[in-house]
């Protein structure tokens, strides 16, 4: 397995049968979910990062977490990485990463007020998001978005066109929603929703208003899809599900609640192998093992490491998808590479047929 800096990891399983910890005692096992761990957005957002801190050097300012994920966030500020909440907490004319999650343009306005040099790391797929809202906006429709109230990446959606947008963060939610006209009507969605809850949210949401718009394409990124299907797979086989992935991070939260509503008798989150009680595991025979869009695989390895200290050393890999996904690096940080006779250090196409960079 590699490592990086930021904890990035490549576990090359599919699985050992028996580990150095003995041979598994007989029917203990663990389904180790894949697609899991990170997608094409955090790639680029941590990369992003340190990047920045090789060439710029320290301290490189980030807003909001990159990622959400207390390892990686860690392992960056170790670094020089510098979080802050707002932009005014950074210095006039320092550099300053917008996280994955997206920003509204309140937010750029006001770092370009402060002359701060600016990487934006917002994921595309987000960035696609924002667009159709900007959209709808301009064609004057009312806009539902489906989402967590608070949630970096509805707040920065929002902030596109705060006069059309409501958000509608569940199901229940949809009794309270008021609009100007019921047939100018259009939602959209925050990227790491549960497919499930979300297409609920819609039903009811057209029980109300038959004319609701449909975004053109799906909102809910293909990582969060891929995941949640992995995971609505193993989970039936499942006495425990254990989803590696931080409180704050929507996609992590959201699979530890599919496994449970696709058949798994437990299901718990954790941010490290060391918030696994070894009593969750207490007459299990089948523990599922998931992680969440932001999780390095090093996190990963170290819960299958702890399972196979106790018992579950034979794992089998459920996969129900492969990715090949990756974002170049953001544009300004591209230039300023290529300006010092750099580059994006991560695979290229040619290097790596699978792993195509795709400029964005
Ligand atoms: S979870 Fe989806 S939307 Fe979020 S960073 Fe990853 S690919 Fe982008």
């Known amino acids: 397995m590699g490592r990086t800096r930021a904890g990035r990891a490549t576990y090359d399983g599919p699985v050992t049968v028996g580990t150095e910890h003995g041979a598994a005692p007989a029917g203990r096992r663990v389904l180790l979910a894949a697609p899991r761990g990170y997608c094409a957005g955090v790639d680029r957002a941590v990369v992003a990062v340190e990047q920045a801190l090789e060439h710029y050097g320290a301290p490189v300012y980030v807003r909001k977490e990159i990622v959400h994920n207390r390892h990686v966030v860690d392992t960056l500020a170790a670094r020089g990485a510098v979080f802050v909440d707002e932009t005014d907490e950074v210095p006039e004319g320092a550099r300053v990463v917008f996280s994955a999650h997206g920003v509204s343009p309140a937010v750029r306005a006001a770092a370009e007020a402060r002359s701060l040099r600016t ?36 707040e920065g959606t929002q902030g596109e066109a705060p006069a059309h947008v409501q958000v509608v963060d569940s199901p ?52 969060t899809q891929n995941r949640q299907v992995a995971v609505k797979k193993l989970a039936p086989e499942c006495d425990v599900v254990i989803t590696v992935g931080s409180a704050n991070s929507s996609n992590s939260v959201r699979l530890a609640e599919v496994a449970l509503e696709y058949g798994a008798r437990a299901s718990y989150r954790v941010d490290t192998a060391a918030q696994v009680d070894p009593a969750w ?48 690096l953001p544009r300004e940080l591209r230039a300023d590479l290529r300006a010092a006779g750099g580059d994006d250090p991560r695979p290229r196409r040619g290097d790596r047929p699978d792993l195509a960079v795709r400029p964005v």
Not at 120 to 149: M, N, Q, S, Y
Not at 177 to 206: A, G, N
Not at 289 to 306: F, K, M, N, Y
């Open 119 to 154: 990487i934006d790391a917002t994921c595309p797929l987000v960035t696609k998001v924002h667009k159709e809202a900007v959209r709808f906006a301009a064609a004057d429709l009312d806009i539902l978005l489906i989402g967590h109230t608070g949630h970096e990446e509805v």
């Open 281 to 328: 595991l207490v007459g299990a025979r089948t523990v599922g093992v998931t992680s969440g869009a932001s999780v390095p695989e090093i996190l990963v390895r170290d819960v299958l490491d702890l399972l196979a200290a106790h018992g579950f050393g034979d794992v089998e890999e459920v996969r129900t998808a492969t990715e090949d996904l990756m974002f170049s």
């Open 172 to 223: 229940d939610a949809v009794a309270d929603v008021v609009v100007r006209d019921e047939s100018r009507v259009v939602w959209i969605s925050q990227t790491t929703l549960s497919v499930d809850e979300t297409m609920e949210t819609v039903r009811r949401l057209r029980e109300r208003f038959p004319l609701l718009q449909d975004p053109p394409s799906d909102d809910i990124c293909y990582a």
